[in-house]
């Protein structure tokens, strides 16, 4: 096993050696792959291979990237993974099948055709949901149907699995089973290479051969079919085939994918396993980023950049690391002091009275830094009750309070239909409370549920009475860094885009950063980058379009969670960042300090580097506060606070207009 | 909220004179305290702080004893105190007690030991010369930095001994320095208020000065935050500014935020951050001739005490373990931080780490190794002007 460890040298012009299987589903990621004679860019040199060798192949050398049984992936760890390629389905797949004479909870053993370790596990996960426990013999390929008599039943994977559905009495499609029981996509099998074998030119290279190859599923199924002619093989009707291809086989992964994804890793690895499924993913290098590592080669001047940046003035990518790299603290602060009183001359903060209700704890995505959420099997799992929710939202408006910041995990048993209701439900009970509620993690988790564009989630859900959108998810939006430490939630873009949409149906959103996950100045800055991007297109849109009112930056909170990176979240990296974001953040009105997770004493500090709003009192928060932060203040201590920092404090609505004294 | 234009004049101006090291009077500090621009204030103070120290930040490794907390006095700020033995919560350690509180820490490099105690209506004078001596019987080379001006004022008071007398004895049982507390407010208006039965601002002083001419060095200190106005913030360190010009005995100045729990002036708000920063900075520019400024973080929490070492402050004071007094009053600092956690706090705030003993002998100083016990930490050297913003791993 000396390719375990991928160090095997290799030469880097060498043609990538490529292991995949030949049955009919992997046609599209592999039949337009450069060859190895392509002329320009990345080559690939194919090989077919049966599921359990393209990991056998790819963990012993013989392979650089392979088209692996997902399951694999749990013994090979350091293995990295191509983003947004698979072969997954959601719902019947139709070439992994179950097939028996008799009801499936009498089956006693199942013989298992050219299965993989992906389908054998899945097939015991979900037969033992059921509770049936049969006993698993391994059969030769091809043989499986035959074996089907009495009790004895047959898991039958790939192309052998084809027109089976019609000729058993009982057939258990595993990927629709899987949906039933979990609510999620199945991933079955997804590119992964030995590491440091891909550069991002072989990733688009995959990427674009995907796309290529889903416009020609029928070219592929005739091909496919004629082979099978030609070698002897009963076939089925071409459409069959292109309908298999076009419909049944997700081959574009999106975070509902990561998400049924990680529930099956989750699931199906051993009970003993300490930290939470990962998955290693590749990530692309964002726009902008190589020419500002050229920006940074030549030199700066911190003072004029300041200066600049105080007056309105845009700063660059590069000059926005450089800053965060280099300037003085007190510099930076003042700069910001500046910026922020240039942009709230009146001498106000606001504040809001608002509660924080985290509807249910129930969570598909699994994110290491998180210590709130239960995975869907999990025991301590809810959902708030109208009546919990009735009691919350009537002591918010006791309190003076008029939005609540509703936000909850992604729980694949609540449909659109559940939030539908409970928006108009909650607009008749509590006119007066704004909504302020899912963020863009949830809005893109129901979207996908639901199979409806991230638009059309938002018009209902905002018909229903969703005011504006949290900006929650947030995390760190570089890909490189969710990919370590949340790999299933949404990537940078999808995120992104729910804000998008969002402003171009006319809704308010915030912005959030959490730092401390060992991110770079430029992991950091790219951050505020894209944001700043959106908000620059938020506001080309016409009238009557919405933007980002405020961004809020927080260090995490890493006690008690799994996640094992430790990282400098003091307050002085807090102040420094926070003072960043006012200057690099030019077209964003609002920051906002984030006193509970650092204490009302650097809150007020804070708004001395930039901010010019103090929050919510908070009237309940439950995530951060399973995570070491337990500060609570109320409406009097806030406005203490605030006039202590030299400024009147004024509450404020969601959409930051102030409420008259 | 902006600085006027006389202002920032006016600000100019005293700038100069903290550049020219001409001592700031009483109108330049109120002035310094009312400045809206908070960061320029700090700035100048930073100034200052750096030109002392650096980019060193101080701190002892030591641990609090409190023999009893019974006490006759009935300070209105306290939470510790109880008025008898017998009361809830009363109690008075024996000889023994104190002797295994040191015991206890057999093998630490503890370097010394902070004392303070109640005013106990029935314990005879030997029993703090005693509390003394048993804890140099177990380690001679601790040092012993114990009773503040309050404590003195009072032996002198019930043993009928003068402060040089009582203070005397002490040194020769084991005593080598001074706590600052007791200080409060000098105001007599203040004092009236919030402590009465206390010594005076002349007493507390008169001590100081004799410990000064005994040899002993001693800290001072500031209670802020009660019934105080800014004059009288003010004046109390020109007091000391003008005792210290006399003797040249204090070390460190040391602003004590006020808690309000569990005493009888739980009525006024918590400390707040920036009145905390301010004052730190205020002190730096007030106090010239006094070497070191520091900043409790027990009372002001870790997070204010990292960002204070950028408003004046050079000492983060020691490790410190079992606190009471600050902890009855509701502060919810941990008790105790390990050094690497100390370490950790002064690099992250972009300083360096000076292990000192209690007179200020540098007994190591941070090489940036990785801090055990610390999975990340900012090992990577670097000056106060850059922020470091992405750390390298130890496993």
Redesign the interface.
């Known amino acids: 096993m000396t390719g375990e460890t991928g160090e095997t040298p290799r030469d880097p012009n060498a043609p990538i050696r490529v292991a995949a299987v030949s049955f009919l589903n992997a046609h599209p990621l592999t039949a337009y792959l450069p060859g190895p004679d392509a002329a320009l860019g990345p080559r690939f040199e194919v090989h077919p291979a049966l599921p359990s060798d393209c990991a056998q192949g790819l963990a012993d050398g013989r392979y650089d990237l392979a088209l692996v049984p997902v399951a694999a992936y749990l013994d090979h760890p350091q293995w990295q993974v191509v983003p947004e390629i698979g072969i997954a389905c959601r719902g019947p797949v139709d070439t992994v099948l179950l097939i028996s004479q008799v009801p499936v909870d009498d089956i006693e053993r199942v013989h298992l055709d050219a299965a993989s370790r992906t389908s054998v596990l899945l097939l015991r996960t979900l037969l033992a949901a059921r509770g049936v426990h049969p006993e698993f013999v391994t059969a030769p390929h091809g043989t499986g149907r035959d074996r089907v008599t009495a009790r004895d039943a047959a898991l039958v994977i790939g192309d052998a699995a084809f027109g089976l559905r019609d000729e058993f009495p009982v057939v258990l499609d595993l990927g629709a089973e899987w949906l039933s029981q979990t609510g999620l996509p199945m991933v079955f099998a997804f590119w992964a290479a030995r590491p440091g074998v891909l550069t991002e030119a072989h990733i688009a290279a995959l990427q674009a051969a995907r796309d290529r190859g889903m416009d020609k599923s029928e070219v592929l199924a005739r091909a496919y079919r004629e082979q099978r002619i030609a070698d002897g093989h009963p076939v089925l009707a071409e459409s069959d085939y292109a309908n298999y291809l076009r419909q049944r086989i997700r081959y574009r992964l999106d975070g509902f994918d990561r998400e049924g994804l990680v529930e099956f890793l989750s699931r199906v690895r051993p009970d003993d396993a300490d930290d939470p499924a990962h998955v290693n993913f590749l990530s692309r290098e964002h726009e902008g980023v190589a020419h500002a590592r050229h920006r940074r080669t030549q030199p700066m001047d911190a003072t004029e950049l300041l200066a600049r940046a105080a007056a309105g003035g845009r700063l660059d990518l590069a000059e926005g690391i450089f800053l965060?790299?280099?300037?003085?603290?007190?510099a930076?602060?003042?700069a910001a002091?500046a910026r922020r009183?240039a942009l709230h001359p009146e001498?106000v903060v606001s504040y809001i009275i608002d509660r924080n209700v985290n509807y249910t704890n129930v969570c598909t995505a699994r994110c290491k830094f998180c210590n709130f959420y239960t995975p869907p099997t999990g025991r301590n799992k809810y959902v708030l009750s109208r009546e919990q929710l009735a009691e919350k939202f009537a002591e918010t408006e006791a309190l003076g309070g008029v939005q609540i910041l509703l936000q909850g995990g992604l729980n694949p048993e609540l449909h659109i239909g559940w939030y539908e209701d409970f928006f108009r439900w909650a607009k008749r009970e509590f006119p007066r409370l704004q909504m302020h509620a899912l963020s863009p993690t949830e809005i893109i988790h129901i979207a996908h549920l639901e199979g409806l564009s991230i638009r059309d989630v938002l018009v209902r859900l905002r018909a229903a009475g969703l005011d504006s959108l949290p900006g929650g998810g947030a995390e760190m939006l570089h890909d490189e860094i969710r990919n370590r430490i949340s790999p299933f939630k949404n990537t940078t873009d999808e995120w992104l885009e729910v804000m998008r949409q969002a402003h171009q149906i006319g809704m308010l959103s915030t912005c959030t950063m959490v730092f401390g996950f060992?991110?770079?100045?430029e992991h950091?800055l790219v951050h505020l980058d894209r944001l700043r991007r959106v908000q620059d297109e938020a506001l080309a849109l016409p009238d009557g379009g919405g933007k980002f009112t405020a961004f809020i930056v927080w260090p995490f909170q890493a006690d008690g969670t799994r996640l094992?990176?430790?990282?400098?979240t003091?307050?002085?990296?807090y102040?420094?960042l926070q003072a960043l974001a006012r200057l690099y953040l030019d077209n964003i009105d609002n920051i906002q300090v984030s006193w509970p997770t650092?204490?009302?004493?650097?809150?007020?500090?804070a708004l001395?580097f930039g901010a010019n709003d103090f929050g919510s009192v908070m009237i309940e928060e439950n995530v951060v506060s399973q995570a070491g932060a337990h500060f609570m203040l109320d409406a009097e201590?806030i406005e203490?606070?605030v006039r202590?920092?030299?400024?009147a404090p004024r509450r404020r609505r969601q959409d930051y207009t102030l409420i008259a004294p | 909220v902006k600085p006027d234009a006389p202002s920032i004049r006016r600000f100019a101006d005293i700038a100069a004179k903290v550049r020219a090291g001409s001592p700031l009077d009483l109108d330049d500090g109120v002035f310094l305290y009312r400045y809206p621009d908070l960061l320029a204030v700090g700035h100048l103070a930073n100034e200052v702080r750096e030109a002392k120290h650096g980019d060193h930040t101080y701190f002892n490794i030591n641990f609090h004893i409190n023999p009893t907390n019974v006490c006759v006095a009935d300070c209105k700020f306290c939470s510790f105190a109880r008025l008898e033995e017998g009361m809830p919560a009363a109690y008075t350690m024996s000889l023994d007690d104190v002797r295994q509180k040191l015991l206890d820490r057999e093998g630490q490099p503890v370097t010394e030991i902070h004392i303070v105690s109640g005013l106990h209506g029935d314990l005879p004078f030997a029993y703090y010369l005693d509390t003394l001596r048993v804890l140099k019987e177990v380690r001679p080379d601790i040092h012993l930095k114990a009773y503040t001006a309050v404590e003195i004022q009072y032996f002198a008071d019930k043993f009928e001994l003068s402060y040089e007398q009582v203070l005397q004895q002490l040194k020769d049982a084991g005593l080598d320095s001074m706590p600052g507390g007791g200080a409060e407010i000098f105001a007599p208006r203040v004092r009236q208020k919030i402590c009465r039965d206390k010594a005076t601002a002349d007493q507390w002083l008169d001590i100081h000065r004799t410990a000064h001419r005994l040899g002993l060095r001693t800290n001072c200190t500031m209670l802020f935050g009660t019934v105080e106005t800014l004059e009288e913030r003010v004046d109390h360190m020109l007091r000391l500014r003008d005792l210290q010009d006399e003797t040249g005995g204090f070390q460190t100045f040391i602003p004590l935020a006020f808690h309000p729990e569990g005493n009888t002036l739980a009525k006024l708000p918590a400390p707040t951050g920036v009145d905390s920063l301010r004052t730190y900075a205020v002190a730096r520019l007030m106090l010239n001739n006094i070497e070191h400024i520091k900043a409790y973080w027990i009372m002001i929490g870790l997070d204010t005490a990292q960002i204070a070492q950028n408003f004046g402050v050079d000492d983060l004071d020691g490790t410190v373990q079992e606190e009471k007094i600050y902890h009855m009053a509701g502060a919810e600092t941990p008790q105790a931080m390990t050094r690497p956690q100390l370490i950790r706090l002064i690099r992250e705030a972009g300083r360096v780490a000076v292990e000192r003993d209690t007179l200020y002998n540098v007994r190591w100083i941070d090489d940036g190794e990785p801090l055990p016990g610390i999975r990340v930490d900012a090992s990577v050297p670097y000056s106060s002007h850059a922020g470091r913003v992405s750390l390298s791993v130890t496993q």
């Not at chain 1, 094992?564 to 400098?568: C, E, G, P, S, V």
């Not at chain 1, 650092?598 to 500090?605: M, N, R, S, W």
């Not at chain 1, 202590?644 to 400024?647: K, N, P």
């Open positions: 965060y790299e280099t300037a003085d603290m007190f930076l602060g003042q002091d009183a001498g060992q991110e770079t100045a950091t094992k990176l430790r990282d400098d003091s307050p002085w990296r102040l420094r650092l204490g009302p004493e650097i809150g007020e500090v001395r201590r203490h606070h202590q920092a030299g400024f």
